[in-house]
């Protein structure tokens, strides 16, 4: 380093005297367009139900989840990504309410799709976990194991029935092997190249979905150990990637987010297709905990993980806070 006489020769404090100046050399902004909300719409209910371990986050009614759908267009954000609850009583080992036209989840894509137009991108989570009784994310053979192929021909199905009801995107979150593939092919066979593939590709088992359990009143017993990626790998993303985008996935997903930074720098560095996070419950459920005891600050720690997210690589966010942030910043400019 330079120096003048005693003095540092160069002072990157200057850069950061106002907020203004702090403004001006920010190189990541968050902005409402960035997000996408995450939301769970449950049948046979009358009223919102809360989710106690996601303080402020609901499984909704089909009306709340439409309120729900224009405030997030009046926010300005990208999307909103549903999931179904079905009543206990319609779960089966296959997962029928999954590909049952009148399902809860082709309802609520139904109802958002009439709702919104195309003012927002409706998304819909496309995997057996919430419609099973067994709570896994396919279809189990004689010995109790998760079956791939026999899954593939569900997800097949399952993407006509979403098409059908009207998702833009369609997010398959199960890590069955040629998910991607056979998704692809089952929706240009009827016709719909338009709808678009949003690839979880690095999905970890990770002990942060805990709340999500609740938020869909999952019935799994053990774990998805032998389809999601262990935590201890990196490399195996980059596998996972290049088979996604060999299948057609038009946008990649890498999730959680928070704990999983360096291989969402690795995949954004990758490739040249938008790269998604999912900042997923427990990440969302340790802020809003903290905050409540009062030991940090809700509102920075939100935009900071937020920042963080997009720093790593992220073009867009799976939030819980989607809409809450994008209002934020709208009354912030
Ligand atoms: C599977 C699915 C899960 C989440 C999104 N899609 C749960 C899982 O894989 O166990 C978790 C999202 C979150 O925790 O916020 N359908």
Redesign the pocket.
């Known amino acids: 380093m330079t120096t003048y006489g005693s003095f540092p020769g160069t002072r990157p404090r200057r850069l950061r005297t106002s907020p203004v100046m702090r403004r001006m050399v920010a190189e990541t902004r968050l902005h409402p367009a960035d997000f996408i909300l ?1 939301a769970f719409v449950r049948e046979g209910v009358a009223e919102p139900v809360p989710i106690s371990s996601m303080p402020g986050v609901v499984q909704h009614t089909r009306d709340s989840l439409k309120k729900a759908a224009a405030e997030a267009v009046a926010a300005g954000i990208s999307g909103i990504m549903l ?1 179904g609850v079905p009543e206990e009583s319609k779960k089966d080992g296959a997962g029928t309410a999954g590909t049952d036209p009148d399902g809860i989840l082709q309802v609520a894509l139904r109802d958002v799709r009439a709702e919104v137009g195309d003012d927002l991108l409706v998304m819909s ?1 496309l ?4 419609f099973t009784d067994h709570g896994h ?1 396919g279809v189990l053979d004689e010995r109790g194991r998760v079956d791939n192929d026999a899954t593939l021909e569900r997800y097949a199905e399952m993407a006509q029935v979403q098409a059908d009801a009207g998702a833009h995107v369609v ?1 398959p ?3 069955m092997d040629g998910q991607i593939g056979v998704i692809r092919d089952a929706l240009d066979q009827i016709g719909r190249d338009d709808v678009a593939i949003l690839a ?1 590709t690095a ?1 970890y ?2 002990a ?6 609740e ?2 009143g ?1 019935s ?1 017993q053990g774990d ?1 150990r032998t389809y ?1 990626q262990d935590p201890a790998n990196l490399r195996e993303s980059m596998r996972e990637l290049e088979l996604d985008l060999e299948e057609g996935a038009d946008m990649v997903m890498v ?2 987010a928070g704990p999983y930074l360096d291989v969402l720098a690795k995949v954004a560095d990758a490739v040249d297709v938008p790269v998604v996070a ?7 459920a340790m802020i809003e905990a903290a905050a409540e005891k009062g030991w940090i600050d809700r509102d920075k720690a939100i935009l900071e993980s937020l920042t963080g997210i997009r720093r790593a690589g992220a073009r867009s966010i ?1 939030t ?1 806070w989607a809409t809450e942030v994008a209002q934020q910043l709208n009354s912030a400019r």
């Open positions: 995450p999931f989570d995997c057996l976990d919430e994310c997010g979150s199960g890590m979880y999905k088992a990770s942060f979905y805990g709340p999500f359990r938020a869909v999952s799994l998805r999601q999730k959680p999912y900042q997923i419950s427990g990440e969302y799976l819980y």
